[in-house]
């Protein structure tokens, strides 16, 4: 009896300590980025389920149905090809976030250890000290190029298969993900704890990516949801040229390229829909990562109140 009190008792001071919470009180206090959190995993979920609760086919086109206005049948209209607006744009939440998120991972992965070498052996001597100084060399090539050209380059050199699209998204998102790792590195190194390491005998590289790695990550993870907003625009941008994703394919470009057909003559619904719906989501994304940012700075904490 006294154990299922306690149960019963915890259960009933949950919320209380869910809104006692620090990242209650800030999202609390920050309605814009609470809403983006909202906004994010709203997107997240529809990611997974979208394509299976659209009410009609988001692929395929239904005859006779042609570039008809928003009504209780077609909630967003239907497009030139006759497919219905509204699932395309539900069932599109997959293909754009998968590529994003991908691509936001694929630069977190290679960007943040080479980020990591640069900055731990950065000014030393030696060969460590020459690759580094290799590593941000090339980072500056690669960061010369404007960002849309170099994805079009890779789509046309590779293809616009969704592959390249990740590819694309995560090349032009390395210099970012190696620079904010460099950075975060440069002020670790000098740490006391990275001294405590070199005494006990540790290695430079194990020093480097198994106690310096872990300390400099959280402000690169929190990079990955504004990333993701830039891979979903430059995904569409790609595919709005026709270097992207295909039609019948949901995906937001493309749907805009194609309604942007019909808007000269009125037929509004079949591009600013997708385009809606995509500046939400993109919007969404970066909230979370200022989210993320402002929940790992200490002072943040201590300015509402915990410690």
């Known amino acids: 009896m006294a154990k299922q009190y306690l149960h019963v008792k915890a259960i009933l001071l949950l919320p209380r300590k869910v ?4 990242v209650f009180v800030y999202l609390k206090n920050n309605p814009l980025q609470a809403i983006g959190v909202v906004i994010s995993v709203i997107s997240l979920i529809l990611a997974i389920v979208g394509p299976w609760i659209v009410p009609h086919s988001p692929t395929n086109p239904m005859p006779g149905e042609q570039s008809l206005a928003p009504s209780r049948e077609y909630w967003f209209g239907t497009d030139e090809n006759g497919m219905c607006v509204f699932s395309r744009v539900i069932a599109a939440y997959r293909m754009d976030l998968v590529i994003a998120l991908l691509g936001a ?40 190029f404007p960002i849309f050209v170099l ?24 210099p970012p993900n190696l620079r904010l790792a460099r950075s975060e590195v440069l002020t670790l190194r000098a740490m006391s704890f990275v001294e405590a390491a ?52 949901p995906e937001w470009g493309s749907m805009i390229a194609v309604g942007s057909h019909g808007l000269i003559i009125g037929h509004w619904w079949a591009a600013f829909f997708p385009g809606l719906f995509m500046g939400i989501t993109v919007f969404g994304f970066s909230m979370v990562g200022e989210a993320i940012t402002a929940l790992s700075d200490p002072l943040e904490r201590i300015k509402l109140g915990f410690r």
């Open 105 to 144: 991972l694929l630069a977190m992965i290679v960007g943040a250890p080479a980020g990591i070498f640069a900055g731990y052996f950065d000014g030393r001597k030696g060969i460590n000290g020459v690759i580094s100084l290799l590593i941000l060399r090339f980072m500056d090539v690669l960061q010369a």
């Open 19 to 22: 809104k006692n919470s620090f």
């Open 151 to 174: 994805g079009l380059l890779l789509v046309a050199i590779f293809g616009p298969r969704p592959i390249n699209l990740i590819l694309a998204i995560a090349i032009a998102n390395l």
């Open 198 to 249: 070199r005494a006990s005998g540790n290695s430079e590289f194990k020093i480097a990516f198994s106690h310096v790695m872990p300390n400099a990550m959280t402000p690169v993870i929190a990079l990955i949801s504004m990333v993701m907003g830039f891979g979903i625009l430059l995904v569409a941008g790609l595919s709005f040229v026709g270097a992207g994703v295909r039609v019948p394919t």
